[in-house]
């Protein structure tokens, strides 16, 4: 039985994910935009008061960020975190308290930034008095497209996301998962440059989810740049070129999925056999620690770069080792790690002060 | 072109909702019985029938928007239809423009509605050549209604249903006095006497839209005064809607 708890895995992921303030925030130095960023963000902030005890709230704090033209990138954090606050803000929905952003290189407080853009709220509601095809035109147009373009579009992303047979069913009549097709096909339908959805996966079935995935794939083949919210860890690893993690309004970490899940965390496990009362060596005993199974002894190496080290030391000490095998960290792990660690570091805080 | 589709969007809902529908039945029914109770009148029957045909136009209308307009935005932000549009290049105020223009249209098309049916009744009765008055006064109720329908829209956009009602309905019938409360400002102390005036001057004179008497007995208003209610109309709605754009610009959908 591995006696290795989740909770142990936590520090080697919260050292993966340890707080790099410059990996966020260096980006947003500069005021201008890029032509090669899909999204731009700088010092963006954002408090809410309450209109009656005039309490304020952060929601988001200082963010900085960049999303490049034709990535995929997921937007992670806990609920709470801020993330659908910067997607409201870059979407026009919410006004930012301070900084700028911008959108294919436009500033988001002028409209035009929104005519390439296509966004899914999370938990989209329709008129439901309408069916399909003419929720679709009626936005498709409201982006601009042109009447009987519109209707084709229309048609042709009813169809794609599933409901082509369902043209003339009004809204009212739809379930939940039926909504959420509706809402991506509606984000879509104008063929937009910058795709921002929220929770996109959020109230479907694993086929509807696997749906979601190959739609977000088909736009990247497309060059289209998709930047989406989600808590569905293992679709954002399958997903994503890069995500960032939120936690409590501030950006705590930007990088691929690959520097992750294969960073400074990658663990390497060694099963061996006649190893029970071994002494590990002190200068190792912060990164190696050893579970005693039935029939082996488990040694797992929290620093991937001390691989050929270890071996060598074990060999000497006349272990039979059966099996050395490198273990990826799961985003999930990764995530769990850094919102704990933001925790402990937010209680300190609140301690000190 | 998106305040029109907005507008189209706006018409389509008011027409599919069952509301309209029923304003024109009820409308109908009203008139009917004014048929039915006109022995009763004494001679005045016509009469009867012209006024309470055009009372229920207003009246009725207003049902429309206080069902309708008071919660036309609030209820979009409630149920957060208005992020999908929102999200998209539309303009608030551009936004705001078209909810307006759509249920004004819906509400015209119910007074042109209940107008023609009140023609009917009254050629009929051989009053046929009453269809010029009976044109111009349902032409300033649907003056008088767009008027409201702009404060119903404003209101919306600030504040709760309920409380949206309160203050159109609040504004509707302060605004049938408003000719009232002018003439007691001339009367009242000078300290009383320029806030009386700006009450006047910031409530809408839905007195101005008001011909039933004349109506009633077959007689037709000036081309002026057709004119002054339509810039007044138009410079009010456009005022009021203005405000209601420079408020609802800065407002946070959470």
């Known amino acids: ?353 | 072109m998106n305040a029109v589709l907005i507008a189209q969007n706006t018409f389509r809902e008011a027409i599919r909702d069952r509301v309209l529908a029923g304003m024109v039945v009820a409308g109908l029914v009203l008139l009917a019985i004014a048929q039915v109770a006109r022995p009763l009148a004494m001679g005045e029957g016509v009469r009867l029938t012209v006024d309470l045909g055009l009372s229920s136009v207003t009246m009725l209308g207003l049902l429309v928007v206080m069902l309708v307009g008071t919660s036309l935005v609030a209820k979009e932000i409630e149920r957060r239809t208005i992020f999908n549009l929102l999200s998209r290049p539309l303009p608030r105020p551009v936004y705001l423009i078209g909810k307006w223009a759509g249920l004004s249209g819906a509400l015209w098309v119910v007074s042109a509605v209940l107008g023609f049916a009140l023609w009917g009744v009254l050629a009929l009765l051989g009053r046929g050549a009453y269809w010029a008055p009976i044109a111009q006064s349902v032409y300033l109720a649907g003056l008088e209604l767009t008027v409201v329908t702009a404060l119903a829209v404003m209101f919306s956009a600030l504040s709760t249903p309920v409380l949206s009602s309160l203050y159109t309905l609040g504004f509707f019938l302060a605004g049938q006095w408003c000719d009232d409360l002018r003439t007691f400002a001339l009367r009242a102390p000078d300290s009383l006497r320029h806030l009386l005036e700006f009450v006047a001057n910031v409530l809408p004179n839905l007195s101005l839209f008001n011909m039933r008497t004349l109506a009633a007995v077959g007689e037709t208003t000036t081309a002026l005064h057709l004119s002054l209610a339509s810039g007044y109309a138009l410079l009010y709605c456009g005022c009021v809607l203005a405000l209601g754009a420079a408020a609802f610009e800065s407002r946070d959908f959470r």
């Open chain 1, 1 to 353: 039985m591995d006696t290795r708890s989740h909770m142990e895995a936590a520090p080697d992921a919260a050292n993966a994910l340890a707080v790099r303030p410059e990996a966020g925030r260096s980006s947003g130095r500069s005021a201008l935009p890029s032509a090669d960023c899909a999204v731009r963000i700088s010092g963006l902030t954002k408090t809410y008061r309450s209109n009656w005890t005039l309490k304020t709230t952060r929601g988001l704090e200082h963010l900085n960020l960049e999303v490049q033209r034709g990535e995929v990138f997921g937007y992670l954090g806990p609920n709470g975190a801020g993330k659908t606050t910067t997607l409201k803000i870059l979407t026009g929905l919410l006004k930012p308290t301070s900084g700028h952003a911008w959108l294919l290189g436009e500033p988001i407080e002028h409209v035009r930034s929104r005519v390439r853009l296509g966004f899914l709220p999370e938990q989209p509601y329709f008129y439901d008095y309408l069916n399909g095809v003419e929720y679709l035109e009626f936005v498709a147009q409201l982006s601009g497209m042109p009447g009987q373009e519109a209707t084709k579009a229309a048609r042709r992303w009813l169809g794609r996301v599933g409901l082509g047979d369902r043209e003339k069913l009004v809204l009212r009549k739809y379930s939940k998962g039926m909504l959420q097709r509706l809402g991506l096909a509606a984000a879509l339908v104008h063929e937009p440059e910058l795709v921002i959805l929220d929770e996109p996966m959020s109230g479907l079935d694993p086929f509807g989810r696997r749906d979601v995935r190959d739609l977000i794939l088909e736009q990247r083949e497309r060059g289209v740049t998709v930047m989406f919210s989600s808590h569905i860890l293992p679709d954002v690893e399958m997903l994503c070129d890069r995500v960032a993690i939120l936690l409590r309004g501030r950006l705590e970490r930007v990088a691929t999925v690959g520097e992750l899940v294969n960073g400074a965390g990658a663990r390497v496990e060694f099963r061996c056999a006649g190893a029970p009362i071994l002494e590990l060596p002190s200068a190792w005993s912060a990164r190696l620690t050893r579970t005693q199974r039935a029939e082996e002894t488990l040694f797992t190496l929290g620093d991937a770069s001390l691989q050929q080290e270890v071996l060598a030391w074990l060999v000497s000490q006349r272990v039979e080792v059966r099996a050395v095998t490198p273990q990826r960290n799961t985003l999930e792990e990764l995530f769990m790690a850094a919102a704990e660690s933001s925790a402990i570091h937010a209680s300190r805080e609140r301690r000190s002060a």
